[in-house]
């Protein structure tokens, strides 16, 4: 496959438009924010990639894109499994685990995108097909939201066919978090699902009294409960509260889904593919995953994860945000619960070049 050598690395900042401030059990959010990588191949093929970064360590994160981007010039995208072997041995020595990670899915993302484009193939057409849709909840619930602007964010949800909706927990007071799931409750009433998600805000004793406290509300799944490092207490949590525990988004490896998976303290893997380096990183994970019997619900890039997920027998649904639908030209396509793949080549979507502030 001639001409795949990448020859030209941009990046860009956009912002989604319907940011505003948020919050979650261990963060304060200003704006919704994001990094897209743009990269050219000799063929004149283009590959674009983005990442969530928020507002957090702005300069390090666009170093971090500019290294892994004057590594990949010359490198052919059919490689990409060379070029992840390359990059972490040259960045080894100031840790792969962390912001390098996220440079290099970025880069690796992109040239998914072009290996798939050369093609004329979407990505999700590279690998054998297990479904050809994957189902889908609403995301948000944050901390600041009033009463008000939570049931309204979960009514639209509803109205739009989405069968469960995810709410932010880890409220200062215990009493807050119950009202705000009982209030979503009533909303949505006995159909819709409901989950809810700490952000590793809680410790083992006050997650076990707020799973107890909302048991009557049948909450599907509790996500990030504990910090992601305390496996024994995921253990302990799972046998005690008696609900589907989740995560994964906050890992670089697969360690902390080997350690759960040895204790049986897992129920639901969250794979980011930014954090875990590209689509290989993404897939290893959810192969482990499965080996272990442990279904795949990825983390955030529903644009990324809902291609993937076509070929993962055991994909429990994919996360929806509205976030990045007004800055590119092709939406994942949501109806009645489930998403369906872009049809077109690569990821099947581009970012609209008026939405975007070079990076330089």
Known sequence: MGGMKIVDVQFFRAVSPISRPIADATHAIPEIAFLITRIRAESGHVGESYLLCFHYSPQAIVGALKDAGEMALGWDCTRTEEFRTHFESESEYFGNPGINRWGLGSLEIAMWDIRARVLNKPVWGLFDRRRDRVPVYGSGGWLSYTIEELLDEVGGYVKRGFPAVKIKVGSPSLETDVERLTRVREAVGPAVRIMMDANQGMNLVSAAVLAARVRGLQITWFEEPLPNTDFDGYKVLRQEAGIQLAMGEREFNMTA??????????????????????????LDSARFANEGGIPVLPHYYKEYDVPLCMGIADAYGCESFDWVDGLIDHPIRIENGFAYPNPDPGWGFRFLDAHLTPIG
């Open 257 to 282: 889904l080997r350690e759960l998976a040895a204790r049986d303290a897992l129920d639901l893997w969250q794979p980011d593919i930014l954090r875990l380096g590209g689509v290989q990183g993404w």
